[in-house]
């Protein structure tokens, strides 16, 4: 089935420590980005990837790092984790341009104690 | 900058109305408006998409219509259901510098339709 998907589906985790978040889209799109969900401040774009090899930083960056060596694959790294990262984590995908819709994951539930 | 704003944040009717759920952006410069649908603890779900150089898109009870130059969206839902119960978001394509398209999203609005 094609789709994206996001794992863990969640994970608690201590303070300090490191963590990837693994997303992976069998769509051939170009376009892929990592969100954060929380209440009251609704989705907010970490970073974005426009097509392997490239990704930008969007809204809240700080904390958070991206690669994108291949077409499918979008890890997102917490090189030391804080409480406040708390959040739901949402991957998401385009096949670029302005005529295409985004597709989501599932989210990954992450809580930093 | 741009910035999205739902309103109502939440709206709780009998089944069988008609609904609108409005969405209002600041920067006009738009590539497209997307409207989703989450329930509670899943993704988001695709309801439509609409082109800048569309004025409306249709999918079974639901419309979604564009108006670019007043800054709005609005969603329209048909003869509501209990199913219908959910969190609408609508999702701004601006263009960023570089040349890259990214979505600003709006906070919901919390939909709620009892039987």
């Known amino acids: 089935i094609a789709g994206i998907t996001q794992a863990p589906t969640s994970q608690i985790l201590a303070a300090g420590r490191r963590m990837t978040l693994r997303c992976t889209q069998d769509?051939?799109?170009?376009?892929m980005y990592w969100y954060r969900q929380d209440l009251g401040l609704g989705l907010r774009l970490i970073h974005y990837?426009?097509?392997?090899?490239?990704?930008g930083k969007g809204e809240v960056p700080d904390g958070y790092s991206v690669s994108r060596a291949n077409t499918d694959d979008f890890p997102l790294t917490l090189a030391s984790a804080v409480p406040s990262q708390t959040s739901v984590y949402f991957c998401?995908?385009?096949?670029?341009?302005?005529?295409?819709?985004?597709?989501f994951g599932p989210g990954t539930r992450l809580t930093v104690l | 900058k741009q910035e999205v704003t739902q309103i109502p944040a939440a709206l709780s009717v009998p089944e069988g109305e008609n609904l609108v759920l409005n969405c209002s952006f600041t920067?006009?410069?738009?590539?497209?408006l997307q409207w989703f649908r989450q329930d509670p603890g899943k993704g988001l779900t695709s309801l439509l998409l609409?082109?800048?150089?569309?004025r409306e898109q249709t999918s079974g009870r639901l419309n979604a219509s564009l108006d670019k130059s007043s800054g709005r969206s609005t969603l329209y839902i048909a003869a509501s259901q209990p199913g219908d119960s959910a969190t609408y978001l609508c999702?701004?394509?601006?263009?960023?510098?570089?040349?890259?398209?990214?979505?600003?999203f709006g906070r919901g609005t919390s939909l709620i339709v009892h039987p």
């Open positions: 609409i082109q800048s150089s569309q």
């Open positions: 999702a701004v394509g601006t263009y960023w510098t570089g040349g890259s398209y990214i979505p600003t």
């Open positions: 990837s426009n097509t392997a090899g490239t990704t």
């Open positions: 998401a995908s385009s096949a670029g341009g302005p005529d295409n819709e985004q597709f």
């Open positions: 769509m051939r799109h170009n376009a």
């Open positions: 920067d006009s410069a738009i590539y497209n």
